[in-house]
């Protein structure tokens, strides 16, 4: 009799699956250490350019604006360097950095201004009034009126020095004052000076931050101011 085949689980051979073969792992790119150098200093250096840029920007601005302003104030000046008045004998050779305004500037509205003025550079402004005041020879009378009419509109106003200046022909008297525009420390000056019966007022103000440099604006421009003397010849005909 032939052999009787076993085919019980224990005796059978072990089959074995076949293991599904792996696929090969992708390599990790590496970067080339001189390209990243190259990247480092390319962002450094941009980095380098946007702080220098916004510093620029942060320096510039304020002058620019600045630059808006003065040409927002030339563009309302008057041509003339040289201006007379025939009503108050007023005549005016305007140094360098003053101009005089067209009467419809937004800046100073004062109606009766026989001549209204700027110096861009400093924020300063000005006018020139003339008035006929109870006592004309009483200088600083008239000087303490205005004052106290400054008062209603600047309570905090105060006086700081007094004193005579030159004019074009003859001299003036000035008073400077101090006053805040809101929280704005503001420095003004106002200088007087007699032409007949008429009281001629030159009145200027600007930013304390001004400093030296108003005193020294307003002083030449009452150097170019000067009154022509018809004023005080038609009286010594009256």
């Known amino acids: 009799p032939g052999a009787v085949r076993d085919d019980s689980p224990d005796t059978r051979p072990p089959f074995r699956m076949a293991r599904p073969a792996r696929a090969p792992r992708p390599r990790r790119a590496t970067l080339d250490p001189a390209l990243l150098r190259r990247l480092f200093w390319a962002g450094a250096a ?3 350019v946007v702080v220098v840029a916004g510093g620029l920007l942060a ?6 604006a600045r630059s808006r302003e ?6 309302h000046a008057l041509p003339e360097r040289h201006l007379e008045d025939s009503e108050t004998g007023l005549v005016a050779d305007l140094p360098a950095g003053w101009f005089a305004l067209r009467p419809d500037n937004p800046f100073v509205k004062v109606p009766e201004a026989r001549l209204i003025l700027a110096q861009p550079s400093l924020r300063a402004f000005g006018t020139v009034v ?4 109870r006592l004309v020879d009483e ?14 509109r600047r309570p905090e106003s105060r006086e700081e020095a007094r004193f005579d200046v030159q004019l074009g022909r003859g001299r003036g008297r000035m008073v400077r004052t101090v006053w805040r525009d809101g929280s704005r420390p503001m420095v003004a000056a106002a200088v007087a000076w007699a032409d007949g019966y008429e009281m001629l007022t030159l009145e200027t103000w600007a930013p304390a931050e001004a400093g030296a440099a108003f ?6 421009l009452c150097r170019g101011l000067r009154s022509s003397g018809a ?5 010594g005909q009256a």
Request: hydrophobic content about 50%; overall charge neutral; proline content about 5%.
């Open 46 to 48: 941009v980095l380098v």
């Open 59 to 64: 320096v510039l601005r304020p002058l620019l």
């Open 70 to 75: 003065i040409a927002a104030v030339k563009r």
């Open 130 to 133: 003339g008035t006929r005041p």
């Open 139 to 152: 200088i600083d009378a008239h000087l303490d009126e205005l004052i106290q009419q400054r008062l209603v």
């Open 215 to 220: 005193s020294e604006q307003v002083e030449a």
């Open 231 to 235: 004023l005080e010849a038609r009286v």
